[in-house]
């Protein structure tokens, strides 16, 4: 699957549901959506990402998921009966994460926090350290698991697996996930 320019850009400021079952453990949010995700409607869809690969890697997913043609509903089913979720801090989609606001990051940390409330997942995965510290104003929280907790839910910040973020690696990111996942109890 292959998009023009112009055709991405027509996904600008479009939203993407959740991906939460009704036994999440582990909610991992985004930034935001990127505009390849839009348009296929699948989190984390852009040929590249790490995403994927390091959930595999890290044992949490049983297979590899490739969603950039989209998610199919067996990799979906898959995610949440693993007890994973999937969302994102601002819902609009943008062609860099940078587009957005500190404002849109705030309100965005707020409806993040009424998600974890509704949802009640053990663990929170915030991916993407800059975005944490804007969403949550805490400008000197560093990767790993936080101090400040969402009700019973432990908020970890984790590395973003954007190609952006170069010196991740998918072992790096998978090692991170993993920890993550296992304060979950879902590895």
């Known amino acids: 699957m292959s998009f023009s320019r112009s055709e991405l850009l027509s996904y600008a400021d479009t939203t993407v549901p959740d991906l939460i079952g009704p036994d999440c453990r582990l909610l991992i949010s985004g930034i935001n959506p990127g505009l390849w995700t839009a348009a296929t409607g699948a989190h984390f869809a852009r040929p590249g990402n790490r995403?994927?690969?390091?959930?595999?890697?890290?044992?949490?997913?049983?297979?590899?998921?490739?969603?950039s043609a989209g998610m199919s509903e067996a990799d979906a089913r898959a995610l949440t009966d693993a007890?994973?979720?999937?969302?994102?801090?601002?819902?609009?989609?943008?062609a860099k994460a940078s587009d957005l606001s500190r404002d849109e990051l705030e309100a965005g940390g707020r409806r993040l926090v009424r998600t974890v409330e509704?949802?009640?997942?053990?663990?929170?995965?915030?991916?993407?350290?800059?975005?944490?510290?804007?969403?949550?104003?805490e400008p000197k929280a560093a990767v790993g698991e936080q101090d400040r907790h969402i009700g019973d839910t432990t908020i970890w910040v984790l590395p973003n697996p954007s190609g952006l973020n170069a010196h991740e690696t998918v072992a790096t990111l998978a090692a991170a996930y993993r920890?993550?996942?296992?304060?979950?109890g879902i590895v």
């Open 83 to 94: 007890g994973v979720g999937i969302t994102n801090v601002v819902a609009r989609a943008t």
């Open 118 to 137: 509704r949802v009640r997942p053990r663990v929170l995965a915030v991916l993407g350290v800059t975005a944490y510290r804007s969403a949550f104003r």
């Open 179 to 184: 920890s993550a996942a296992c304060a979950a």
């Open 51 to 67: 995403f994927y690969p390091a959930l595999y890697t890290a044992g949490i997913t049983d297979r590899l998921i490739d969603a």
